[in-house]
């Protein structure tokens, strides 16, 4: 548990530019402190600085979203030395969002659990997820994108479609790029 093997645990709620955190001491449970920062470069830094600051010694920061919002954030703690854990999205009530009541939560949910979630890893791994999410994605498009063309031909006048009947998708594309469309008639307005 990490209540036995840190002092504090800083909860942490990512926004697409923003991230709260809030830091807890694992003796009481208590809020130390909070900081709403940028998600960025210098953000990252003031965010450490603030950490060093409030949670001095053994910590642990429990993030909501290292694989997406905070992923930045993540990297910059890991390769400073820091242990980051990964919190599902934290479940709340019906009443509206609250980021640093999320941020509180998601440092809570952590020191609840007894086996932690480590962010995953990025580089040659993460690159390939993307390169074949990418490649999913095109190929999802291009079908669609062809399914349009063949209902656009179904239901297109017989003196089209008797060019494109029978022939393949590549012949079929050539043949409607190399199509005239015919002139509208001009109109002068006086």
């Known amino acids: 548990m990490l209540a036995e093997q840190y002092r504090y645990v800083i909860g942490g709620d990512p926004d ?6 809030a830091v807890l001491d694992t003796a009481t449970g208590g809020v130390r402190a909070h900081l709403a920062d940028t998600a960025d470069g210098p953000g990252y830094e ?13 910590r642990v920061w429990a993030i909501e979203g290292t694989g997406s919002f905070a992923a930045g954030l993540a990297r910059f703690l890991a390769e400073a030395g820091e242990t980051v854990v990964e919190i599902g ?9 609250n ?8 440092a809570r949910e952590a020191l609840a659990r007894d086996l ?34 063949k209902s656009l031909i179904v239901v297109a006048p017989e003196h089209l479609r008797a ?11 050539a043949r409607i790029e190399a199509l005239q469309t015919p002139r509208a008639p001009r109109f002068s307005i006086e």
């Open 89 to 97: 999205a934290v479940k709340r009530s019906r009443a509206a969002k």
């Open 163 to 173: 060019q494109l009947r029978g022939l393949s998708l590549v012949r079929q594309l």
């Open 16 to 21: 697409r530019d923003t991230i709260d955190l």
């Open 99 to 106: 980021d640093h009541i999320d941020a509180v939560r998601a």
């Open 116 to 149: 932690q979630a480590l962010p995953r890893a990025r580089g040659q791994r993460e690159a390939i997820r993307m390169v074949l999410a990418t490649r999913a994605g095109v190929l999802v498009s291009r079908t669609k994108a062809i399914n349009e063309l």
């Open 46 to 58: 003031r965010i450490l600085d603030w950490a060093r600051q409030h949670a001095p010694g053994q």
